[in-house]
């Protein structure tokens, strides 16, 4: 399921207009039809999960709140060479690393 970004996610049976951007990308990018089920966060620990209506407007399904963990794993790391510096970012946002602070070494 895709997710995308809505500054406000309204109450279950809601319906919801996503920003041009999002709106853009979802419809003409997605092309997300009638009935396609789409994730939505708030970015403050809101998730919901939306159905697209007519309109290009979307029904919240379901939402919930996730909380902060109770700990934060914090890395320090000499940024590698190469590409692999995407492939270390994908992987400990995968593992839930809270914070990457690049350390310059010699």
Do not use: N
Not at 46 to 56: I, L, N, S
Not at 61 to 88: F, G, Y
């Amino acid at each position: 399921m895709r997710h995308l970004y809505c500054e406000e996610i309204p109450a279950v049976g809601d319906v919801v207009r996503l920003e041009d951007g999002e709106a853009r990308h979802l419809f003409t990018v997605l092309r997300a039809r009638v009935g396609m089920q789409i994730g939505l966060l708030d970015g403050r620990g809101g998730m919901a999960t939306a159905e697209v209506v007519a309109g290009q407007e979307l029904r919240i399904i379901s939402c919930c709140k996730v909380e902060k963990p109770a700990r934060r794993i914090h890395l320090l790391i000499a940024p590698p060479r190469h590409q692999k510096m995407d492939q270390l970012l994908t992987q400990c946002a995968e593992v839930g690393v809270w914070r990457i602070l690049p350390v310059a070494t010699a």
